[in-house]
C-alpha cells in the first residue's frame, strides 16, 4: 500500500502514482504604507493542496476502475483521511480535482495507457472525525457493485482492517 484516502487504496493493483507534489499556503494580508514598503500581517494557514500523478497501464497494472471509484468518492463532497503507507497521516482531505489522458488506444478504443493527475485538499475537519465518517465499509462496497466495480472491492476490503485500528487508537 503506497496511500489510503478514505477507503481507497493506491497500490499497484488499484492506482500506483509515481510522483507527489504538495504546495502549502499561509495568509499575509497587506497594509500600504506612504515612503516604504507595505506592511504584512499574518492571519493563518492557507490552502494545503497535494496532487498525485503517474500512469497505468490497465492490461499490466492498475485498474481504470479506480479512477471510476475516486469519482465517487469526490462526487459524495465528504473529506476522507490521507494516510501515507508508513502510517504518516496528513490530515482529511477532499478530492478537487481529476484528469485523465488515454494513449496507445487499441482497435476496441481501450486504452493501453492511461495518465492521471488527482488533487486533493485539506479540511480543517478533524482527523478523528474524518475517520468516524467513513462509516459502514459495506456502504462503499455497495457502491461499487452498483457501478459495476467489482475489481476494487479487494482495495476496499484491504483498507477496513487499517481504518479498524486506527479508530480503536
Not at 80 to 92: E, K, M, N, P, V
Request: proline share 2%.
Amino acid at each position: 500500500m503506497m496511500m489510503a484516502l478514505g477507503m481507497f487504496v493506491f497500490s499497484l493493483p488499484t492506482l500506483a502514482y509515481q510522483e507527489l507534489q504538495r504546495q502549502t499556503e499561509w495568509k499575509h494580508v497587506s497594509n500600504a504604507r506612504v515612503g516604504a514598503r507595505d506592511a504584512f500581517q499574518y492571519t493563518g494557514k492557507g490552502d494545503d493542496t497535494i496532487t498525485l500523478s503517474g500512469w497505468i497501464a490497465p492490461e499490466l497494472t492498475g485498474s481504470l476502475y479506480a479512477l471510476d471509484a475516486l469519482r465517487l468518492m469526490a462526487d459524495t463532497g465528504k473529506s476522507w483521511i490521507l494516510i501515507q503507507g508508513t502510517g504518516r497521516i496528513y490530515g482529511a482531505y477532499i478530492i478537487t480535482s481529476m484528469t485523465e489522458g488515454k494513449t496507445h488506444l487499441g482497435s476496441d478504443g481501450d486504452p493501453a495507457r492511461v495518465e492521471f493527475a488527482i488533487t486533493l485538499k485539506c479540511t480543517d475537519d478533524d482527523v478523528h472525525n474524518a475517520i468516524n465518517n467513513l462509516g459502514n465499509i459495506g456502504t462503499l462496497r455497495d457502491m461499487l457493485n452498483l457501478e459495476g466495480l467489482n475489481n476494487n472491492v479487494n482495495a476496499v476490503n484491504g483498507i477496513g482492517g487499517i481504518v479498524s485500528g486506527l479508530g480503536n487508537r
